[in-house]
């Protein structure tokens, strides 16, 4: 008897933690502008409810070149990790969108983030996947409220983004990111991997910020940047000298450079900063 009733208790209590926890789905958007639906993750908090009232902050967390919207979680395990720091308050709840914007196939398969022939993700990313998320999952709709960050490739257009957008983003964090491809394109046939790698060089980041005027860079500056990338990675120049032209222009950023290298166990260590960054500028 004693042992039925423990383990009645025991089910109990783990379908109250079930119900408590947040939650990564998928869903997806049909996008007029890509002619195409695009699929995304969503992580939500535990007190999130489609037919509830309360509004959330949000964050847009990019993935890499040959990556999908399933990295974040399979890889990095996002969804736990945003538990674990939510139940420790180190982050309030948010919403984090995850969007597909790539896939392994790269010479045959669109990536990037960035407007190409006959596909222009960015388009899409700010006239209809933010509008639709955002009304969707009870999002605030605001600077104040909407954060971005990415890696490597997805580090790049989070950075970009927040260049071009800066009255949309509160914060911006970048790891291991691919902010500019100055060299020869690296790919004699022309296929979509060389699409990507010609959108990276013509939406330079470290050229924007050397040619922005006066009235841009006070924009900027409304920005919380934070470049994170390792010590032994192959795009490491690229963080420094963007980092030393926004000190240069009075642009305040973060620069941390680790020990690490480009792979998914540097992604989910910058996490556990990552997403307290996000939350504490949250509502400023």
Known sequence: MKKTL???????????CINTMATVKTDSIYS???????????????SFDDSGTTRY??????????????AWNNNAQLGEVADELLGEGKICPMVIIMPNAGGPDTRNTW?????MPGHNYEEFFFTELVPYVEAKYHIYG????RAISGLSM????????SQKHPDMFSSCYAMSAWLDNSDNLQEAEINKLYYVIKAVQENSAIRFMENADDQTLEKLRTIHWFFDIGDDDFLLDQSQRLY???????????????????????????LYTSLPFATSHFGE
Not at 111 to 115: A, H, I, K, S, T
Not at 142 to 145: A, E, Q, T, Y
């Open 244 to 270: 030393i032209i926004m000190r240069y222009k009075r642009i305040k950023a973060e620069l941390r450079v680790r020990d690490g290298i480009h792979n998914w166990t540097y992604w989910k260590s910058a």
């Open 6 to 16: 423990c383990n009645i208790f025991a089910m109990l209590m783990l379908a109250t």
């Open 57 to 70: 902050p949000v964050l847009y967390l990019l993935h890499g070149l040959s990556d999908t919207y399933r």
């Open 142 to 145: 605001d600077k104040s409220h």
């Open 154 to 161: 997805g580090g790049g257009g989070s950075t970009v983004y």
């Open 111 to 115: 990536n990037g983030y960035f407007n």
């Open 32 to 46: 007029t502008v890509l002619g195409e639906w695009v699929t995304y993750n969503v992580y939500t908090p535990a």
